[in-house]
């Protein structure tokens, strides 16, 4: 994981539950789209594949090998140095023997040659791409074996579970491996970036593993997208482990490339330097007041500084993740997202939006999208409603009229929304802009 911002100026965003979905909806009802009480509504579809137990003596084997290999390389595998070169070589070996077709793409950082590499796993609908990945770079100061040797360690071997069971998925599956993401996330960026603006909508979900064996560890889930946190957070409460919301990573790892594209992300996080509460030691072992990595961008951050049951607990997590949403179908045409959260209309004040999260369907929206609307309000004359599609192009459904001082908004429009992408967050947007009136979006839903 990058240094925070404070150290390392680069763009600093803060994730929230209102991105887009991966529609998992397909395989789990009433999924949130924005907050517990919002939800993506699809028809139901049959259970995925139960993904096998990930033997920790694999992962941690991939770890011995990454510490061999800076070891014999200056004490690193940063950006630019021979010990990352030498990681890449090893995953890639690894994957090329067990089935993948991988790809080492190259770029340009602070005046040395960079790699990502890519591994695709056949079969799969080439429209439903769901990605994992983690950046396989160090700092320069040590051997990164959790920041973040056990990211790259966990979806190794996870990939090659896939292997082993020979798994024939109903999503294409792509593992990724980041370089430079230390120097802030240029790898991630620039495959991202590469991508024509139909390959990205093709990308279902990306997830990220960055830190999962923290030696103080805490049992942190990304919340950009609820569909994916819900996979993870269901699979901890069925093992009695209890989850926090990550924060500490926000915008500081590779997922925050593909977010910031408009592709739906989630991962897995143990902690960093922030120091473990009270509370959190109750709630999962370990020591109070000391940081959740102790060795975080340090040289001692090497095999010893890893806790095996993190390790283990989440390369478990991780596999299941990509089993249960990689071999679900794929959300059907005519499935209606909804969000029925309550969301108060100032009088004659700014507007207020409303988020439905749409993933899983395959290039753009249609051209007669339906937008069904119920506003509640004294004197719908005074309000302006429009729809934002995912890149913010804001389609006009109704406008104020002062004649008109009738209750309530319930009305379904039709929209062209052909030239949008239909993945991504798309807001109801409603301002009341004369006074007097009160009122409040009840729900709105979108049926493609």
């Given at each position: 994981?990058?240094t925070p911002?404070s150290?390392?100026?680069?763009?600093f965003?803060?994730r929230?539950?209102?991105?887009?979905?991966?529609?998992?909806?397909?395989?789990?009802?009433?999924?949130?789209?924005?907050?517990?009480?919002?939800?993506?509504?699809?028809?139901?579809?049959?259970?995925?594949?139960?993904?096998?137990?990930?033997?920790?003596?694999?992962?941690?084997?991939?770890?011995?090998?990454?510490?061999?290999?800076?070891?014999?390389?200056?004490?690193?595998?940063?950006?630019?140095?021979?010990?990352?070169?030498?990681?890449?070589?090893?995953v890639r070996a690894?994957?090329?023997?067990a089935?993948?077709?991988?790809?080492?793409?190259?770029?340009?950082?602070?005046?040395?040659?960079?790699?990502n590499?890519?591994?695709?796993?056949p079969?799969g609908?080439?429209?439903?791409?769901?990605?994992?990945?983690?950046?396989?770079?160090?700092?320069?100061?040590?051997?990164?074996?959790?920041?973040?040797?056990?990211?790259?360690?966990?979806?190794l071997e996870?990939?090659?579970?896939v292997s082993?069971?020979?798994?024939?998925?109903?999503?294409?599956l792509?593992?990724a491996?980041?370089?430079?993401?230390?120097?802030?996330?240029?790898g991630?960026?620039?495959?991202v970036?590469?991508?024509?603006?139909?390959?990205?909508?093709r990308?279902?979900?990306?997830?990220?593993l960055?830190?999962?064996?923290?030696?103080n560890?805490?049992y942190?889930?990304?919340?950009?997208?609820?569909?994916?946190e819900?996979?993870?957070?269901?699979?901890?409460?069925?093992i009695?482990?209890?989850?926090?919301?990550e924060?500490?990573?926000?915008?500081r790892?590779?997922?925050?490339?593909?977010?910031?594209a408009?592709?739906?992300?989630?991962?897995?996080?143990?902690?960093?330097?922030r120091?473990?509460?009270?509370?959190?030691?109750?709630?999962?072992?370990?020591t109070?007041?000391?940081?959740?990595?102790?060795?975080?961008?340090?040289?001692c951050d090497?095999t010893?500084?890893?806790?095996?049951?993190?390790?283990?607990r989440?390369?478990?997590?991780?596999?299941?993740?990509?089993?249960t949403?990689?071999?679900?179908?794929?959300?059907?045409?005519?499935?209606t997202?909804?969000?029925?959260?309550?969301?108060?209309?100032?009088d004659?004040g700014?507007?207020?939006?409303?988020?439905?999260?749409?993933?899983?369907?395959?290039?753009?929206?249609?051209?007669?999208?339906q937008?069904?609307?119920?506003?509640?309000?004294?004197?719908?004359?005074?309000?302006?409603?429009?729809?934002l599609?995912?890149?913010?192009?804001?389609y006009?459904?109704?406008?104020?009229?002062?004649?008109?001082?009738?209750?309530?908004v319930?009305?379904?429009?039709?929209?062209?929304?052909?030239?949008?992408?239909?993945?991504?967050?798309?807001?109801?947007r409603?301002?009341?802009?004369?006074?007097q009136d009160t009122?409040?979006?009840?729900?709105?839903?979108?049926t493609?």
């Open positions: 994981m990058t911002r150290t390392l100026p680069r763009p965003r803060r929230t539950a209102t991105v887009a979905t991966l529609a998992v909806a397909a395989l789990l009802a009433a999924v949130p789209a924005t907050s517990a009480t919002a939800r993506d509504r699809a028809p139901d579809a049959p259970q995925a594949l139960a993904a096998p137990d990930i033997p920790l003596a694999n992962v941690k084997a991939h770890l011995t090998q990454f510490q061999s290999i800076a070891t014999a390389n200056g004490g690193n595998r940063a950006h630019g140095r021979p010990g990352y070169k030498a990681s890449l070589d090893y690894k994957l090329d023997a089935g993948f077709t991988t790809t080492v793409q190259q770029f340009t950082s602070s005046g040395a040659t960079g790699y590499l890519i591994a695709d796993w079969g609908d080439p429209n439903q791409v769901l990605m994992a990945g983690a950046h396989l770079d160090s700092v320069s100061s040590g051997p990164g074996i959790n920041d973040n040797g056990s990211g790259s360690a966990a979806v996870t990939a090659l579970a082993r069971a020979q798994l024939q998925p109903t999503r294409h792509r593992f491996w980041w370089g430079a993401e230390e120097l802030g996330l240029v991630s960026k620039y495959y970036n590469s991508l024509a603006t139909g390959d990205r909508s990308i279902a979900g990306y997830i990220n960055d830190m999962v064996g923290s030696p560890p805490g942190f889930v990304y919340d950009d997208d609820p569909a994916i819900k996979v993870f957070k269901d699979w901890y409460a069925g009695g482990v209890p989850t926090e919301i924060t500490e990573g926000d915008g790892s590779d997922h925050a490339s593909f977010k910031n408009g592709i739906p992300v989630g991962g897995l996080f143990t902690g960093a330097s120091t473990k509460t009270a509370a959190q030691a109750t709630k999962w072992g370990g109070a007041g000391q940081a959740f990595d102790r060795c975080y961008h340090s040289s090497t010893t500084n890893i806790n095996d049951t993190a390790l283990d989440n390369s478990d997590a991780l596999a299941h993740a990509v089993w949403l990689g071999t679900t179908t794929s959300t059907p045409p005519g499935s997202y909804e969000n029925t959260t309550d969301v108060a209309v100032p004659n700014a507007a207020v939006t409303s988020t439905v999260s749409v993933t899983d369907r395959a290039g753009n929206a249609p051209a007669t999208l937008v069904g609307v119920d506003i509640k309000h004294t004197w719908r004359g005074d309000l302006v409603v429009d729809l599609a995912p890149d913010g192009t804001a006009r459904l109704k406008n104020s009229s002062s004649s008109d001082s009738a209750d309530n319930i009305a379904t429009y039709t929209v062209n929304a052909s030239a949008e992408t239909a993945n991504g967050a798309w807001r109801l409603v301002q009341d802009v004369a006074a009122g409040y979006i009840d729900s709105w839903k979108l493609f």
